[in-house]
């Protein structure tokens, strides 16, 4: 294994003091252990950082700005990044251990690929599964038009290079769709990979931002997500 491969995690946060230092222990619980975790609070007005600020690890790194949504805190993340590849968790989800070491076989075994995925699961709060997250393997740009966001944020890897010249779009009304926003950019230019090794839980708890909706702003968030995609040439 290639231990002299350096990962950047990226951590957005806004009020998840009671899922964020189990999420931040996954991390720092891994079986391959040169990492920096960044930890981005997005304005948080809880005590997000009352509980950040009791974990002692020279690995993790704390930043808190002005409330500007998770496609903000990434970006931001990713500036204060020196990893050869950036990846994301969002902050009331958990890291298997195998989570980094998997991502070094990969970049190993694909000639350091620019942008991959890895699979998850979609657990309960008390652990209990509910669906594998798993598609076939190798490259997945027709998928994300076909079937449309299969990828989740958590489990993609980016060259940082790539990270930093395809940054995710800071709309605020895009919230929610960010992401496959920048997946279907991304794929214009490189092959998206996919691997089946389940590195990753979501956990799908009651309070969880995705499962908010308001038709209206949902109707509205995808005519934004239509604009944005059709006004790119690539």
């Avoid at 991390?27 to 007005?45: K, P």
């Avoid at 990434?74 to 204060?80: A, C, D, L, T």
């Avoid at 209206?216 to 995609?229: D, G, N, P």
């Amino acid at each position: 294994m290639n231990t002299e491969l350096f990962f950047s995690i990226v951590i957005p946060t806004y009020n998840r003091a009671s899922f964020i230092k189990a999420t931040i222990e996954s991390v720092l619980q891994q079986s391959y252990a040169n990492f920096e975790l960044i930890v981005v609070d997005d304005g948080s007005t809880d005590n997000t950082t009352e509980i950040i600020e009791s974990i002692s690890d020279k690995r993790l790194f704390y930043y808190k700005k002005q409330n500007a949504e998770r496609g903000a805190a990434r970006n931001y993340g990713v500036k204060k990044s020196k990893g050869d590849y950036v990846t994301f968790l969002d902050s009331d989800d958990l890291l298997k251990p195998n989570y980094f070491e998997t991502a070094v076989e990969i970049i190993n075994s694909h000639k350091q690929p620019e942008v991959f995925h890895l699979a998850y699961n979609i657990i309960t709060p008390e652990g209990k599964e509910l669906q594998s997250v798993q598609f076939k393997e190798g490259e997945i740009n027709e998928l994300l038009i076909i079937k449309g966001n299969v990828m989740s944020c958590t489990g993609v890897f980016l060259k940082r290079s790539t990270a930093l010249n395809f940054p995710f779009n800071e709309d605020y009304a895009l919230s929610g769709t960010e992401d496959h926003e920048l997946w279907l950019r991304l794929a214009a230019h490189f092959p998206i990979l996919h691997f089946n090794t389940i590195t990753a839980s979501l956990v799908q708890h009651d309070s969880r931002n995705v499962l908010e909706v308001n038709p209206q702003k949902l109707v509205q968030r995808l005519e934004l997500f239509i604009k944005y995609v059709c006004a790119d040439e690539d």
